[in-house]
């Protein structure tokens, strides 16, 4: 399966963007499809994730980003509200055949290229 994220850019905080996740070569429905990012200088971290019935968050997105999959375009999208500066950083999103979902990159064997987003204060 590949993955192609898409829809970073720069906005100012509080502002919104939604990135997409296109999924080609297999199922959207049968893979955990998660979003993970990393700052300059950072370690890459969990998102958030989407499986068969269930949606999973880091605390610190909790109530501002949204993860939703629209099966008929094979896509995952990441709406993400109220930015803030510490928001900023490469997004990749992954996928695993699995019904499980996990919340680090070792629990995923396909990846996407990332797309920068950048909030500025």
């Known amino acids: 399966v590949q993955l192609q994220a898409s829809g970073g850019g720069l906005v100012q905080t509080g502002g919104s963007l939604r990135l997409s996740c296109l999924v080609s070569?297999?199922?959207?429905?049968?893979?955990?499809v998660a979003w993970f990012r990393q700052a300059p200088g950072k370690e890459r971290e969990f998102v958030a994730a989407?499986?068969?019935?269930?949606?999973y968050y880091a605390d610190s997105v909790k109530g501002r980003f949204s993860i939703s999959r629209d099966n008929a375009k094979n896509t995952v999208y990441l709406q993400m509200n109220s930015l803030k500066v510490e928001d900023t950083a490469v997004y990749s999103c992954?996928?695993?055949?699995?019904?499980?979902?996990?919340?680090?990159?070792?629990?995923?064997?396909?990846w996407g290229q990332g797309t920068q987003v950048t909030v500025s204060s």
């Open positions: 992954a996928a695993r055949l699995t019904r499980v979902i996990r919340t680090t990159p070792e629990g995923y064997d396909n």
């Open positions: 070569g297999g199922t959207v429905s049968e893979y955990v």
């Open positions: 989407i499986g068969w019935t269930r949606t």
